[in-house]
């Protein structure tokens, strides 16, 4: 498999040998004249975990997903990726966290200008390998297959389907083979085929060591592919575990 | 390739604004080089003319003849110019330079013999553009009595011309001032359309230097545009404009407009260099 010997650049080997990959501390948050959207969430993963994040509209799975991908910070708590509290990094190192975390966000914010191609090669190119080597395009291109948009490499992001955008920002995640995969409703706009497709994929790199923490509303997801999970009400984590009672 | 297509984004979405702004800097940068060539070739014109004199030094009538040849060369050594005229007049010199105007008053001093000596101004002439000392360099030499200059005959000419070179230099920052300021201005309009993109790369862990291409590119891009169009411009605009320069007075067809051209390369760096600068500055503190 090409894919396998573009590793993503990970300096945290050391921190991740202690075995927390991520760490939440009474973490909250709130903006500016709201109520708050995340209050005192405690949270903990190892290496390889696989955490559902499940809640209704306004529970604040987003928020907790953007904090997790350093996209914002809590208003207090604390935050901890491979060891490292955000809140007390160099920029150096938060750009090196940054880079294996592969983040899937809800609105997929593809770059429209870019090709398929361009857009997922460009964030592997970030997580710090060239991305017009030989071995890195095949990468990419191996990974557009996976997620069955091989054929719309050459399109551009901006004339995607929504569900064919989704797959893309999955491939642009998963192509730099992250630490930690955070997605955002992944499946939301997919058809039936292609979500258990999809899923397959991630699961397999879940079990090949990939931290992975998915937000959805899709209980057949969950049914299928039991995981922990995480059930968000107002904010606050109401329940946490594994079993078909806290998850379905 | 994927930053030029994210640098051209502002040009895909606001073709018009772009090419308005490079055609509002190729004028711009147009009148600024104008205004800068002209202030470089009439400031020395100024100072020449302000500098252009005529010296009269006056030989002590009690001197032995041949005495004002010596004393040129005195002079010659002293100011140490080749360019300034010094020129010695005797008795000879200076009868001859009479007749022509006055033949009969040169031919009575002439019959008046040894006597008339004494009544004729043996003196050393210089000319030319004088150090602001040489008035006193010259009165220092030894066998010289009095000075005559022609010093200020310039005056009202070289008000005027120096009124004109401070109007240029308010002229030239003002337009500067406007240039930047609408650089900068499109430059952070540019800069919203690239936002979205910066955040998602800053993300994906980009590092500082590398979110900032995309913006200064955009900005090189219309700065390379104005200055180029400024170039053309300047190439078919620049010799009718001196041409008509050249007609308001003497002083201006003195000037040498010959390497003018060379200003045209100038406005295009000019142009791109600004462009750069103002679309990276406008985009520093959103991809810090």
């Known amino acids: ?248 | 390739m994927s930053l030029i297509r994210l640098a051209l984004r502002p040009w895909r979405l606001t073709p018009w604004s772009q090419a308005f702004s490079a055609v509002a800097m190729a004028f711009l940068l147009t009148l600024g080089a104008f205004l800068l060539r002209f202030e470089f070739q009439l400031r020395p014109t100024v100072q020449k003319l302000s500098r252009d004199q005529v010296l009269t030094a006056f030989i002590e009538p009690s001197s032995p003849a041949g005495e004002e040849s010596r004393i040129a060369d005195q002079i010659r050594v002293s100011l140490g110019s080749k360019d300034i005229e010094i020129r010695g007049v005797g008795e000879k010199g200076f009868l001859e330079a009479l007749r022509p105007n006055y033949p009969g008053l040169a031919n009575e001093i002439e019959s008046l013999g040894d006597e008339g000596r004494d009544l004729i101004p043996r003196h050393v002439l210089v000319a030319g553009v004088l150090p602001a000392d040489a008035e006193a360099r010259v009165k220092a030499t030894t066998g010289i009595v009095s000075i005559d200059s022609t010093r200020n005959r310039y005056q009202q000419s070289l008000a005027a011309f120096q009124a004109v070179l401070r109007i240029s230099r308010w002229m030239f920052a003002g337009l500067a001032l406007a240039l930047l300021c609408g650089l900068f201005q499109l430059g952070r309009l540019n800069a919203q359309m690239h936002a979205e993109s910066l955040q998602l790369m800053r993300l994906w862990g980009a590092h500082p230097v590398f979110l900032r291409i995309p913006p200064m590119l955009s900005g090189l891009s219309v700065g390379a545009a104005g200055g180029l169009l400024g170039w053309v411009i300047w190439s078919f605009g620049f010799p009718g404009l001196f041409d008509q320069l050249a007609k308001l007075s003497i002083v201006f067809q003195g000037m040498d407009f010959a390497r003018a051209q060379a200003m045209g390369p100038m406005i295009a760096v000019a142009g791109i260099l600004a462009g750069a600068a103002t679309g990276l500055a406008a985009v520093l503190r959103k991809a810090g």
């Open chain 1, 1 to 248: 498999m090409p894919g396998a010997e573009v590793r993503a650049a990970g300096p945290f080997s050391r921190k991740e040998k202690i075995g927390q990959m991520l760490h939440l501390s009474a973490v909250s948050k709130s903006y500016l004249g709201q109520p708050r959207v995340l209050e005192a969430v405690d949270l903990q993963l190892k290496r390889g975990d696989f955490l559902y994040v499940i809640g209704g509209s306004g529970a604040g799975k987003s928020t907790l997903l953007r904090l997790l991908a350093t996209e914002e910070s809590p208003t207090s708590g604390h935050l901890s990726l491979f060891g490292y509290r955000l809140d007390q990094v160099s920029p150096t190192t938060l750009r090196s966290i940054r880079r294996s975390i592969g983040y899937v966000p809800q609105n997929l914010r593809l770059i429209p200008d870019l090709s398929v191609q361009e857009n997922v090669a460009l964030s592997l190119s970030l997580a710090g390998k060239k991305s017009f080597s030989g071995e890195s395009r095949l990468h990419v291109a191996h990974t557009l297959d996976r997620m069955g948009v091989g054929h719309l490499k050459d399109k551009p992001a901006s004339e995607l389907s929504g569900g064919e955008a989704q797959r893309v920002a999955i491939a642009r995640a998963l192509v730099r083979q992250p630490e930690i995969l955070i997605a955002d409703e992944p499946t939301g706009a997919q058809d039936p085929e292609y979500i258990w497709t999809l899923m397959d994929v991630i699961a397999k790199a879940n079990l090949q060591g990939m931290t992975t923490i998915l937000a959805t509303h899709d209980r057949e997801i969950v049914r299928r592919f039991r995981k922990p999970c995480a059930v968000l009400k107002g904010g606050r984590v109401l329940l946490e575990g594994r079993s078909p009672q806290v998850c379905l």
